[in-house]
C-alpha cells in the first residue's frame, strides 16, 4: 500500500495509533476476565464479540502502522528525536501489559454480590469504550487533517464498533442495576423506593400550602386588625362629636 502521507506525518498517525493498539491490547485480557465473570446471556454474547472485534482491531492497527513504517508492539521505529517517542511507545506497552495481568484477577474479587461484580465490570466496560471512542476520534481527525484517508476509515470504522458496544453496555446496566438492587436491598425497601415518589409529592404540596396558610391568615389578620382600627377611630370621632 503506497503512503499517502510523508515520513514525518506517518511518524505522528504510528504514535496514536500504537496508543490506541495498547489500549485494545490492555483489554484483550480485560474482556477475557468479564466474560468469565458475566452472568447475562446477552451481556457475555456482546462481551465475546467484542473480544473477537478488540483482536480484529489490534492486527488492523499493526498492519497499518506497519504500511505506515512503524512498529507496534516496541512502539514506532521513528527517526532522529522521535526514538524518544519509540522509548515512551515501548514503555507504554509494558505498562499496559502490566495494568492488564493486574486487572483481570482484581475484576474477579471485588464486588458484593456476583451482579454487584457484573455491575462493576459493566461500568468498566463502559468508560473503556469511551475511552477508545476518544483515541479514535483522535485518529480520525489526525488523518483527516494530514489526508490519509485509508487511516481516517479506518478509525471511524473502529470508532462506530466502540459505539456499537458502548450502547450494548447502556442497554444492560440498568437490568444488572435492578439485579444488584434486588440482591442487596430487601423487598419492603425496593417497595418503598418505588412508591416514594408518590409519597414525596404530597409532602413537597403540603409545604407551600402549610406555609402560605399563616401568610394568608397573616394577610387576613392584618386586615381584619386595620378593619378594627378604623372602626374604633370612626366610633372615637362619633363620640367626640357627641
Ligand atoms: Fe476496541
Known amino acids: ?30 474482556l477475557k476476565a468479564q466474560i468469565a465473570l458475566a452472568q447475562r446471556p446477552a451481556l457475555k454474547k456482546g462481551l465475546q464479540d467484542h473480544l473477537k472485534v478488540t483482536k480484529a482491531q489490534a492486527r488492523g492497527l499493526k498492519k497499518r502502522m506497519r504500511e505506515l513504517g512503524g512498529k507496534a508492539d516496541a512502539g514506532p521505529d521513528l527517526p ?13 506497552s509494558l505498562a499496559n501489559k502490566a495494568l492488564a ?3 483481570g484477577p482484581v ?7 456476583a451482579s454487584d461484580n457484573e455491575l462493576r465490570n459493566a461500568r468498566d466496560c463502559y468508560w473503556n469504550e469511551a475511552e477508545e471512542i476518544a483515541h479514535y476520534a483522535v485518529i480520525e481527525a489526525v488523518a483527516t487533517e494530514l489526508g490519509d484517508r485509508e487511516t481516517a476509515k479506518l478509525a471511524k470504522q473502529y470508532r462506530k464498533e466502540e459505539e456499537r458496544m458502548q450502547a450494548l453496555l447502556e442497554r444492560e446496566i440498568p437490568k444488572i442495576v435492578k439485579a444488584v438492587l434486588k440482591e442487596e436491598v430487601p423487598k419492603q425497601e425496593r417497595s418503598t423506593a418505588t412508591s416514594s415518589p408518590a409519597r414525596r409529592k404530597p409532602a413537597a404540596s403540603r409545604k407551600p400550602a402549610s406555609a402560605s396558610k399563616p401568610a394568608a391568615s397573616r394577610g387576613s389578620s392584618a386586615r381584619s386588625t386595620s378593619s378594627a382600627r378604623s372602626t374604633t377611630s370612626t366610633r372615637r370621632k362619633a363620640a367626640a362629636k357627641a
Open 101 to 103: 495481568a493486574a486487572k
Open 1 to 30: 500500500m503506497a503512503k499517502s502521507t510523508t515520513p514525518v506525518s506517518d511518524a505522528v498517525l504510528v504514535k496514536y495509533l500504537n496508543e490506541a493498539y495498547g489500549k485494545e491490547m490492555q483489554l484483550e485480557t480485560a
Open 107 to 113: 475484576q474477579a474479587l471485588r464486588g458484593t454480590s
Open 80 to 92: 532522529g528525536p522521535d526514538v524518544v517517542a519509540d522509548a515512551a511507545g515501548a514503555a507504554s
